[in-house]
Each structure stands twice: as structure tokens, then as C-alpha cells.
């Protein structure tokens, strides 16, 4: 079973297992094709069946895994298809959403948004997928925020969630990895110069050769 991670107490049973259940598909803990129960992932937890059946239910709506009669739950797999048709919807949303926002984002989170991209700079650098691929969310997700549209965060944040982890690992042994974090600080230095549009160039090209 996979080492998750001790399911923080002052969230609700159903959200807090949700959120461990979905890092641990991204990061591979849970295998694509692999079935699990709701029984068996609620011992893994020291817990009770229900708000892992919950849970794993709010993880079927979001596509991240599918529901197995009279067995559990099958994490889903993710083929190049899949990864073509996200990183498209991800294009369509993100590149304009950038240019509208630039002028807005306040001189004074500019720090805040250069510190974010530090740190995915540096987890590239250092070969840490895992972290890599929460600070990368993280940027992105902070960046849509100024757009005023939840709608458009949560989408973008399921889109994330179902590109997985086992993406990065090739991305990282080439050396890519490394220029997508750059990218990042590229993006910030637009952003402080208010230039809306090559930051909406830097983000389609960022999303096609992360």
C-alpha cells in the first residue's frame, strides 16, 4: 500500500482523504490500472470505509479514477491522447487569462510570485519531481487567481492533477525540466514589466515544452 501521508485532523474526514488520495495518484503512489477499495484504503487510513467511499467518489467526478463494480475503484490511466487533449485545454485557458491579468497583478505580489518561482526553479534543479510538480501548480493557480474566476482555477487545478507525475521523469532526465522552472521567472520579469503579451507568448510555449 502506499506510504500516504497523516490525514491533517482539523479538515473534514471526506476533503483530507480526497487530498491524500489525489497526491498520491499524481505522484504514482497509486498505480494507473491498479483497483482499490474503499475498505482497504480506510485501514490504510485508521478509518472507517464511508469518507474513503466518499472521498473516492469526488475523485471519480473529477476523472481521476473510475468506479469497478463489486471491487472498488481503478485509478485511471492517462495515455499521450489524454495528455494532448489537457495540455489543449490548458492553451486555450491560460495563455489569454495571463495577458488579461498582467496589468492588474499589483507591484506589490510581485515578490511573493517571484519567491513561488524560486521554488519550482529550484526543485527542477534538484531533480525533485514531487516538488516540482506542487510549486509548478501552485505558480500557476496563483497567476490564474487574479483573473477573478474560480471556475477557471478549479478547472485549471483538475487539469493539473490529471497530467500525473510520470510526465516530469523524462522532462527531468533531458534537462527540460530545468528550462520549464526558468520559464517561471521569465514569466514574473514579464509580468513586473507589464507586458502582456509576450507573457501570453512565454505561457503557450511554457504549456507545449514545459
Sequence with gaps: MPAFAEIPKREGLR???ARALRE???SGEMEPGTVYSAPSLGQRFGISATPVREALLDLLGEGLVSAVPNRGFRVAEVSDQDLDEITDLRLLLEPPAIRRVTASIPGRDVPALRGLA????????AGDLVGYHHADRRFHLRLLGYAGNQRLVDLVSRLCDQT???VLAPLAEHGALVAGGAQHLELVDLI???D???AEALMEHHLVHP
Design 118 to 125: 524560486q521554488e519550482t526553479a529550484g526543485r527542477a534543479s
Design 196 to 198: 502582456g503579451a509576450a
Design 192 to 194: 513586473e514589466a507589464g
Design 164 to 166: 500525473r507525475l510520470a
Design 15 to 17: 476533503v483530507s482523504v
Design 24 to 26: 498520491a495518484i499524481v
